[in-house]
């Protein structure tokens, strides 16, 4: 299962959260009711609670100190589509709560439409929609700029260690980095990339190499020790000897 990720109606009316930039992915917010969530659908094969008095769609409980939850499992992506806190002496009324909105949403439904709902409840207006997907694919393009730019430095120290190329798959590519030291003091940086690449991911991947100018790299047609294969590409540039030092002292 994927991380458990709130509505952006639950988000705001619910949680009363702001927004925050695609940088910071909805499942990564800090708050209890998410992170319990997150942590009870990370096993798949944990027992989970249905809401039993919601019955046009499968929803489940979660339950954190005064915080209580709704959550709706799109294939293996958790959403919580609705929140609230619990009173004192009464340790449902979220869900009876949530029951009688549901009654209510169903009865106007069925009032301004033809065609009558056979269930009792009617959750679909909680549910994401395409807000919450386009929020979803946002995030995935910036989850790949943040993945990579940690791969790339990881990528970078590790050669300047032992002086080889070091790689890492991704699911369209394979991206190798080699960083040298020479004997006149200069440091020389490159990157191979295997497999089909947008240019725009290309710049994103050279501009967070450390140390090195993204402005400054220059179009390579063979490795130190071989020509390059059909499926690759390679750049390289110097690396600033003072930016490879403090690479290296990284933990």
């Known amino acids: 299962m994927r991380p458990a990720r709130p509505t952006l109606r639950a988000l705001r009316e619910d949680l009363k959260r702001p927004l925050p930039s695609a940088r910071e992915p909805l499942d990564e917010l800090d708050h209890p009711v998410l992170a319990k969530a997150r942590e009870h659908f990370a096993d798949e094969g944990a027992g989970r609670e249905r809401i039993r008095s919601i019955d046009d769609e499968v929803l489940f409980k979660v339950k954190v100190q005064r915080w209580r939850g709704a959550v709706w499992t799109d294939g293996d992506l958790p959403w919580l589509i609705a929140a609230g806190q619990r009173e004192d002496g009464s340790p449902d009324d979220f869900y009876s709560a949530l029951e009688t909105a549901a009654r209510a949403a169903r ?73 040298r030291a020479d004997d006149g003091h200069e440091t020389y940086a490159a990157v191979r990339i295997t497999g089909s690449v947008p240019d725009g991911l290309i710049a994103v991947i050279l501009r967070h190499v450390p140390g090195c100018d993204p402005a400054a790299w220059y179009p390579e047609y063979a490795l130190p020790s071989r020509p390059l294969l059909p499926a690759e590409q390679a750049w390289s540039t110097l690396m600033d000897p003072k930016a490879a030092a403090e690479l290296l002292n990284e933990e």
């Open 107 to 179: 009865a106007r439904y069925n009032a301004d439409n033809r065609q009558p709902l056979s269930t009792t409840t009617h959750v679909g207006h909680l549910l994401p929609d395409q807000n919450d997907r386009d929020r979803y694919q946002l995030e995935a393009g910036a989850r790949l700029v943040r993945d990579l730019a940690a791969a790339v430095r990881e990528l970078a120290r590790g050669s300047l260690h032992d002086g080889h190329e070091h790689a890492a798959d991704f699911p369209a590519f394979r991206l190798g980095i080699l960083v």
